[in-house]
């Protein structure tokens, strides 16, 4: 059973459309490196200069992946990852 990217409606664009990809990944980085093999224009809006856009969450099962190991947090089959760019205004 793979691992489920849920892909934010704002960067769909760059991902044929889909909603959900379905990769494997031992970890979080692993699993973006995959998601920017399939999709390699979704990459520069998941990254700037190697590191995550400020502005960008990425959740692991509900947990933001900064306050587990970041791109290091482990991965299994199953997981579900959310990209999730954060919202301002006022």
């Given at each position: 059973m793979p691992i489920k990217?849920?892909?934010p409606q704002a960067m769909r664009q760059h991902a044929d459309g889909?909603?959900?990809?379905?990769?494997?990944?031992?970890?979080?980085?692993e699993l973006l490196d995959n998601l920017g093999a399939k999709h390699p224009n979704i990459v520069a809006r998941i990254f700037e200069n190697g590191q995550v856009r400020r502005f960008?969450?990425?959740y692991l099962n509900d947990e933001d992946v900064r306050y587990l190991d970041n791109l290091q947090t482990a991965?299994?089959?199953?997981?579900?990852?959310a990209i999730i760019p954060a919202v301002a205004g006022g």
């Open positions: 990217v849920q892909i889909q909603a959900n990809v379905d990769l494997a990944g031992a970890n979080i980085k960008v969450n990425i991965t299994k089959d199953g997981d579900v990852v």
